[in-house]
């Protein structure tokens, strides 16, 4: 007892004494889709992401990386009938917070592979859907066609539907896994996030599906 009580002081007070903290920035892009049989046939849209993150290391291998951003998915629809096509562009604005665990694998002097993994939480703070369309619209505007299908050009994503609005539910909840390379404090990161939360009511309703690079600067 005794013997096992002193090799977990001294394990707490190896990783204690090793421990460091650091902070970084990043930028990068998002490629986002919603999942769901309502979504079927919708298509990668481009977003943006960026924010700040700090990591906690245990050890030279071992660390936790939470992150705070502002990341924006979504999707689009488009739909051909005879001459004309209408889009539909959906696009959520989250403030994420993202938390991984991660191994570090050196690979040459300053330069690190990083795999990591881990579980994320994300909130909506706006978004809108939009519609457009275009073709031979047989002289008609696109408003009055809009307005003869009672159909919105824009639509806020997260105001309840007697309201107006679409009724998107604002939480999301999801795991994410990715890979980074760093060079000095410079690195380079590919991450892909799937979605566990429905994103509305309903059999089919979507959840998010996102995959980033992104470039970063630990400070």
């Known amino acids: 007892m005794k013997k096992g009580l002193i090799l977990v002081l001294f394990a707490l007070i190896s990783v204690v004494s090793y421990s460091q903290v650091s902070w970084n920035a990043k930028v990068g892009m998002n490629m986002s889709n919603f999942t769901g049989d309502a979504f079927k046939d919708s298509k990668m849209r481009v977003g943006f992401n960026v924010g700040v993150g700090m990591e906690y290391q245990f050890s030279e ?3 936790i990386q939470p992150s705070l951003m502002l990341t924006q998915k979504g999707t689009k629809v488009e739909v051909n009938e005879e001459d004309v096509t209408a889009k539909v562009k959906l ?24 795999v990591k993994a881990g579980p994320y939480l994300a909130f909506g703070i706006s978004g809108k859907m939009k519609t457009s369309l275009s073709g031979d619209l047989e002289g008609y505007s696109e408003e009055d066609i809009l307005d003869y299908f009672d159909l919105p050009k824009d639509m806020d994503l997260y105001k309840d539907i007697n309201d107006g609005g679409l009724g998107m539910k604002r939480f999301d909840f999801g795991l994410g896994v990715g890979v980074a390379y ?23 309703a979507p959840k998010n599906l996102n995959f980033s690079i992104g470039v970063g600067y630990k400070f």
């Open 91 to 114: 696009n959520p604005m989250y403030l994420e917070l993202p938390i991984m665990a991660a191994a570090r694998f050196a690979i040459a002097d300053n330069q690190n592979i990083v």
């Open 61 to 63: 291998m071992w660390s």
């Open 182 to 204: 760093e060079i000095n404090k410079f690195f380079v990161d590919l991450t892909g996030e799937f979605g566990l939360t429905k994103l509305g009511d309903g059999e089919g």
